[in-house]
């Protein structure tokens, strides 16, 4: 049977970058309890001000999505820089590429997935919901992050009503249909052991 699990946005654990320049809000990490040096997969928010480089995480794999502000311009190595914005969809990188990032206008808010390469593989949609519907997650771990409004979500007989920011975990939901009702914007984010 599906397991859910909902994260409220007021419990996040707030810490330091791993460069020192700002600060992060993180969702959640697996294993439990790991370290920047040692997750297999993490989800987190960070404000950034101003420009500047990434840290770089060896040996992972990275999805970056704007939450609030105009955007930001991301120079990846070895690419031209790629705007991005709250429109963009998400953007997948290697995040032990040399990166670095310059503000549209101001400080923006990012939604951040992190996987670490070769155990767990990950993809990110952003979905805009009207009243209701379904969808299916076809993953056996995955989140519903809720970017604006309030959504209430229901994996079999559960349900939970999620606030801006609040997360569910869902697991073992690989064939049921989840339903979701209520107006605003989600991320749903899949995770897949290689």
């Known amino acids: 049977m599906p397991r859910m699990t909902h994260l409220r946005a007021q419990d996040y654990r707030r810490m330091p970058w791993k460069n020192g320049g700002g600060e992060t809000v993180e969702i959640i990490v697996s294993p439990d309890g790991a370290g920047l040096a040692d997750f297999d997969w993490r989800i987190s928010m960070a404000t950034v001000a101003t420009d500047g ?9 990275r999805t970056l999505s704007i939450l609030e502000g105009a955007g930001m311009a991301l120079s990846i190595e070895g690419h031209d820089p790629i705007l991005l914005t709250r ?7 290697p995040a032990d590429a040399v990166t670095s990032a310059t503000l549209a206008d101001g400080p923006i808010t990012d939604l951040n997935v992190m996987t670490r390469r070769g155990k767990i593989s990950h993809q990110v949609e952003r979905l805009a919901t009207e009243t209701a519907g379904e969808i ?7 989140l519903i992050l809720v970017d604006r409004g309030e959504i209430e979500i ?4 559960d349900r939970s009503r999620l606030a801006a920011r609040d997360c569910l975990v869902v697991q073992g939901a690989t ?7 209520g107006q605003g914007t989600i991320y749903i984010i899949r995770l897949h052991k290689i």
């Open 53 to 61: 480089p990434f840290s770089i995480f060896p040996d992972t794999d």
């Open 87 to 93: 429109d963009s969809v998400p953007l997948p990188f």
């Open 136 to 142: 299916r997650l076809e993953a056996e771990t995955a």
């Open 154 to 157: 229901t994996v079999g007989a």
């Open 175 to 181: 064939e049921e249909a989840v339903a979701l009702s």
